[in-house]
């Protein structure tokens, strides 16, 4: 089982910052597609960015210009760089990772544990 160590969350004021990473813990053979979810109280679980192997990228169209995702597939880890934080942001922040965690096995999708963001005055 692919294991995460995600950080980066907390509480910040409107306007502010935050650098969201989650690193795979243990070894994995190969990792597709890199990404952030998002999920608050009482909605539905959304994407907000994913970066494919080949650095594309797709934002959601509510923090497109806002939020930058990144990778660095020496580290197998995945940033989420977030600016101009607005109240509507808060929530938990899960990444996920479409990999294959040896040679022999399937695509499969994994889960970080989460990372709460809050965002208050």
């Known amino acids: 089982q692919v294991q995460f160590v995600e950080s980066g969350g907390g509480l910040v004021q409107p306007g502010g910052s935050l650098r969201l990473s989650c690193a795979t813990a243990?070894?994995?053979?190969?990792?597709?597609?890199m990404g952030w979810y998002r999920q608050a109280p009482g909605k539905q679980r959304e994407l907000v960015a994913v970066?494919?192997?080949?650095?594309?990228?797709n934002y959601a169209d509510s923090v497109k210009g806002r939020f930058t995702i990144s990778r660095d597939n020496a580290k197998n880890t995945v940033y989420l760089q977030m600016n101009n934080l607005k109240p509507e942001d808060t929530a938990v922040y899960l990444c996920?990772?479409?990999?294959?965690?040896?040679?022999?096995?399937?695509?499969?999708?994994?889960w970080g544990q989460g990372t709460q963001v809050t965002v208050s005055s």
């Open positions: 996920n990772i479409l990999g294959r965690q040896t040679s022999a096995s399937g695509a499969t999708s994994y």
């Open positions: 970066i494919t192997s080949g650095d594309s990228t």
């Open positions: 243990g070894s994995i053979f190969s990792i597709y597609t």
